[in-house]
């Protein structure tokens, strides 16, 4: 018997040995990436450039990122842009972020250089640019990914256009050679991985009434300034799946109390199963209502069948002496405690382990 137990604890220890080992899937490299496909509209590399348009170079440098909400879509930042360019059409004050989160979360903007009135005026460099920044606080809205949760990954997108002038006018650049190389983003909670930049042309698939200008009226140059984060892997191990093992245990317990005429293995098993589905509940409000099932869902899902097939092994252990009669503590007789009781809760156990681990390796 002790062979049999040492060899199902083996596998259990090499299961969670795995699932520690390799935290994130293949899988997730599908969710890795800058979607533009929820957009309006069709995106496309921005190529080169035509003659007469007048070119941009974007800058941006991000000082704090906080209130990621995984559950209203949104997060906030803090950050510097500045632009530079050489022409008459002036963008820092026509720029524009397509997903901001006016709506929800309050905005403001200070421009460095401004004239006797306030306003926004550029500098004049000794090359000729002209050249603005600003500190902007804003919120964003952020098509979250969720699938992986709690061992996702998150991409928080800046998405910039111009409100006034069509790509036939001018053309955003990143000022690569001035942007910062540093990775690290202060995020509140979160591992920064690093920063992408993409350049687009956005077609609309309207001319937004604008007959003179026609078709050229519907492509827009399109930066997209990205930052990957992750989130801690203890936030998983320690705050939710440790928790539901430590439940697992104690209901497995249940199978192991060798008492005659007591009800205390149909107690615990019954609540094992209620305390797991209002731990369930405490997740979830960390996710979008209508959110798909998530990986913490389906390993739940998991430890509930184990819970409830316990449940239905002890009830059907429990035998009424006196059928046909109302009865007490006396007329229920336990049968627990076996050495196959012991053996089929080690087995159940290995069996969480393994699903577990395949669920966060798929």
């Known amino acids: 018997m002790f062979l049999e137990v040492k060899k199902a604890l083996l596998t259990l220890l090499s299961a969670l040995t795995l699932l520690l080992l390799f935290p994130l899937s293949p899988a997730q490299a599908a969710e890795d990436a800058v979607r533009l496909d929820r957009e309006r509209g069709t995106f496309k590399e921005q190529g080169e450039i035509p003659a007469g348009v007048q070119i941009v170079r974007v800058g941006i440098e991000p000082t704090e990122i906080y209130g990621i909400n995984l559950a209203d879509g949104t997060w906030r930042a803090n950050f510097y842009i500045w632009w530079r360019w050489s022409g008459a059409l002036d963008p820092s004050t026509t720029t524009y972020f397509t997903n901001n989160a006016d709506a929800a979360v309050g905005q403001s903007i200070k421009y460095a250089y401004t004239d006797a009135e306030g306003k926004p005026k550029p500098l004049i460099q000794a090359n000729g640019e002209k050249y603005q920044y600003a500190y902007i606080r804003m919120g964003f809205v952020e098509d979250y990914q969720v699938g992986r949760f709690p061992l996702d990954s998150q991409y928080l997108t ?124 405490s997740y979830s409000q960390d996710l979008p209502p209508q959110s798909p099932l998530v990986l913490i869902d389906k390993i739940y899902l998991v430890g509930l069948f184990v819970i409830l097939v316990v449940l239905v092994r002890v009830v059907m252990r429990t035998k009424k002496l006196t059928p046909g009669q109302a009865f007490d503590d006396t007329d229920l007789k336990l049968f627990m405690g076996t050495k196959s009781d012991l053996i089929f809760a080690v087995a159940m156990l290995a069996l969480f382990g393994l699903a577990t681990t395949f669920l966060i390796l798929l």
Do not use: C
């Open 158 to 281: 800046m998405k910039i256009e111009n409100d006034t002038y069509a790509s036939n006018y001018l053309a955003y650049v990143f000022d690569e050679e001035h942007l910062s190389k540093e990775k690290f983003i202060p995020t509140n909670g979160w591992n920064s991985k690093g920063i992408t930049t993409n350049s687009y042309i956005h077609h609309y698939t309207t001319d937004f009434g604008f007959i003179d200008e026609g078709s050229a009226f519907q492509d827009y140059s399109h930066l997209a300034y990205s930052m990957k984060i992750d989130r801690e892997k203890m936030f998983f191990y320690l705050k939710l799946l440790v928790p539901l093992l430590i439940v697992l245990i104690a209901t497995l317990a249940s199978l192991l109390v060798r008492q005659l005429a007591a009800k205390a293995p149909l107690a615990i098993a019954s609540t094992g199963l209620l305390t797991t589905l209002f731990a369930q509940q």
